[in-house]
């Protein structure tokens, strides 16, 4: 069982800066892709960024120059800069990873944070 646990969502004002932190635990062998999320009131999830054990990297198209996402493999964790944000990322914020654990693999979701950016 591989659990995920994020932070540092809140509220910021339009044109702020939050990152978000997400950070694997359990019998982890290989995490491959790691992965952010978001899902709006009525909106179908989708997916923001994404990290590769290697180090390549795609983001959506709607945060491409203002979101970052970084992790590092030794810890198990993974983390989104977000700047120059806008009302339309408010959103809550899924980390996701797949890999092997225990022998298995795995793709596990966090609980989500809630990001809110006021106009």
């Known amino acids: 069982q591989v659990q995920l646990v994020e932070s540092g969502g809140g509220l910021v004002q339009a044109g702020g800066s939050l990152r978000l932190s997400c950070a694997a635990s359990g019998n982890i062998f290989v995490i491959n892709t790691m992965n952010w999320y978001r899902q709006a009131p009525g909106k179908q999830r989708e997916l923001v960024a994404a990290i590769t054990s290697s180090g390549s990297t795609n983001y959506a198209d709607s945060v491409k120059g203002r979101f970052t996402i970084s992790r590092e493999n030794a810890k198990n964790t993974v983390a989104l800069q977000m700047n120059s944000l806008k009302p339309e990322d408010t959103a809550v914020y899924y980390c996701?990873?797949?890999?092997?654990?225990?022998?298995?693999?795995?793709?596990?979701w966090g609980q989500g944070t809630q990001v809110t950016v006021s106009s």
């Open positions: 996701n990873a797949n890999g092997t654990a225990g022998g298995r693999t795995f793709a596990s």
